[in-house]
């Protein structure tokens, strides 16, 4: 299993557009950036690929990473961000299964697979294909699993994908607060890599309007306002689940510069094979 993050970054991406905050500035002169999120998950054993979340950088990310279009996709819920880079597909792809989770969110009054079929009717390219979260299905090779995770006020999932032949696993946390179910976490657990949501670290959250919960022993808030994990958060949930290696993802430009390019956080281009 090769894992390209082809995004790493929030909604607005780093550098984002009119923004000369020293992060931004320092992602310039590194030359690093972090698009909208998504992750290229290819299989080796059977030539095919998988794609976790269509970001509306689709083609700027698989030109500059020159990796294979993707045989099958997956969508973790209906945010801008995670969705709507789906229309890229027009013209370059003929008939793509999209994954999507078959709950209906009260907030909405729609699946996930739903709203897909709903927004993209005229896009003959793809084919939503409802799944039960809980319940493994089998794509490009890969055992995929979906996992319900905490991002109000919408439903989202955590994707879980598995080699069944090689035993590589790959989790992603989705976008999450840290008040991920104990079912979901036992799914998760073990992974060789972990991708987890770390929007902001946790001293950023005296900003937020709603500040920040799920405190640890130390009383370091493990959710940013109510809808991602800060960075300590992040972290804890890597432990809890015993991640083997942990890169954080779906990063904003508010990390200071001084800690916006340290490890564990990610930057677009990174490869691992599992
Ligand atoms: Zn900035
Ligand atoms: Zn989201
Ligand atoms: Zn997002």
Redo the contacts with the bound molecule.
């Keep these: 299993m090769r894992v390209t993050l082809l995004g790493t970054g929030d909604t607005t991406g780093t550098p984002t557009v009119g923004c000369d905050c020293d992060t931004c500035t320092a992602a310039r002169d590194r030359g690093v950036e972090r698009t909208r999120f998504s992750v290229h998950v290819a299989n080796e054993r059977t030539g095919e690929s998988l794609l976790i979340d269509a970001s509306p950088d689709f083609r700027y990310q698989f030109l500059r990473e020159g990796v294979s279009l993707p045989d099958a996709m997956v969508i973790s819920?209906i945010?801008f961000?995670?969705l709507d880079g789906l229309g890229n597909v027009f013209r370059i792809l003929d008939d793509v299964p999209v994954y999507a989770a078959d709950e209906t969110d009260p907030e909405t009054g729609q699946s996930v697979a739903e709203t897909v079929a709903d927004d993209y009717y005229y896009l003959d390219a793809i084919t939503p294909e409802p799944r039960t979260p809980f319940e493994p299905f089998e794509t490009c090779g890969f055992e995929v699993t979906l996992v319900p995770v905490d991002?109000p006020p919408l439903v989202?999932y955590g994707v879980v994908v598995e080699e069944p032949e090689t035993g590589a696993k790959l989790t992603f946390s989705g976008?999450t607060s840290y008040d991920v179910p104990d079912r979901s976490r036992a799914v998760m657990a073990d992974p060789d890599l972990f991708l987890a949501d770390a929007i902001v670290p946790a001293s950023l959250c005296e900003h937020h309007p709603l500040g920040g919960r799920h405190e640890g022993p130390d009383g370091t808030p493990r959710t940013f306002g109510t809808?991602h994990m800060t960075r300590e958060g992040a972290l804890a949930l890597a432990e809890d689940i015993g991640a083997a290696k942990t890169r954080l993802v779906h990063l904003a430009h508010f990390y200071p510069a001084e800690e916006a390019f340290e490890d564990p956080l990610a930057v677009d281009g990174e490869v691992y094979d599992l």
């Design positions: 819920h945010h961000d995670h991002h989202c976008d809808k």
